[in-house]
């Protein structure tokens, strides 16, 4: 079956604009979660929702933010961009209660 | 604050079994140890889990002590693709409210 797909795979913004980057779950799958990787700080866990709810948020400003559609389609925005928030962008699926979480490639995005 | 402590790096002799450990003393009752690699930016990989039983598939193994405050990710014959971010982490199946934190890993080093 499809694995997760993240789009776009990298994009370039400057400071100040905002970016949506979206992903598609596993057909099935109902929880998606989404992790910010910089090299300093490893990967970070961002939010989680399950069944058009969030579930769990990280230890972020209110700049990054997320939902999730009926398809269980998730996207995560981030706005007024400050050049630390240059990282790959990483979501996961999974079934929803706790197990195996399949991760996409990642969007990475620059801040200039 | 991560539930889990890995070393930072490891070095391992290719053909070699490779041994990873992981630190989770505060595992609850219900928390399955799940260890997942990332090569060079991609999207982490499941590898494999276990409550408290030993687990192979494979792609590896995973002794788990006793108590479940430690385990063991062991690669019994690791090759230069192995060489990656190892995390391991701790979730549950059961409490919809725990937050996915991976922490920092440890990267492993196949060396020729």
């Known amino acids: 079956k499809a694995g997760v797909t993240q789009t776009p795979r990298y994009l370039i913004k400057t400071r100040g604009q905002q970016v949506t980057l979206s992903c598609s779950p596993i057909s099935g799958h109902r929880s998606v979660s989404w992790y910010q990787q910089t090299p300093g700080q490893g990967l970070q866990f961002l939010f989680e929702y399950f069944s058009e709810t969030q579930r769990n948020k990280g230890n972020f400003p209110g700049r990054f933010s997320g939902r999730q559609f009926s398809n269980s389609r998730s996207e995560m925005n981030v706005s007024t961009l400050e050049l630390g928030d240059s990282a790959l962008y990483l979501c996961?699926?999974?079934?929803?209660?706790?197990?195996?979480?399949?991760f996409g490639e990642g969007s990475r995005l620059t801040v200039l | 604050d991560a539930k889990t402590t890995q070393p930072p790096s490891m070095d391992c002799a290719e053909g070699r079994a490779a041994n990873l450990p992981c630190n989770h003393s505060t595992i609850s009752g219900n928390e399955y140890v799940y260890w997942y690699r990332q090569i060079h930016s991609q999207g982490p990989q499941y590898i494999i889990h276990g409550l408290k039983n030993n687990e192979t598939n494979e792609m590896a193994s995973l002794i788990i002590t006793e108590d479940r405050k430690s385990s063991t990710l062991i690669l019994p014959h690791a090759t230069l693709r192995d060489t990656a971010v190892y995390y391991c982490i701790v979730r549950s199946t059961m409490n919809r409210d725990d937050k996915i934190i991976f922490g920092k890993g440890t990267r492993l080093h196949i060396l020729p």
């Open positions: 996961a699926s999974s079934t929803g209660m706790g197990g195996e979480l399949f």
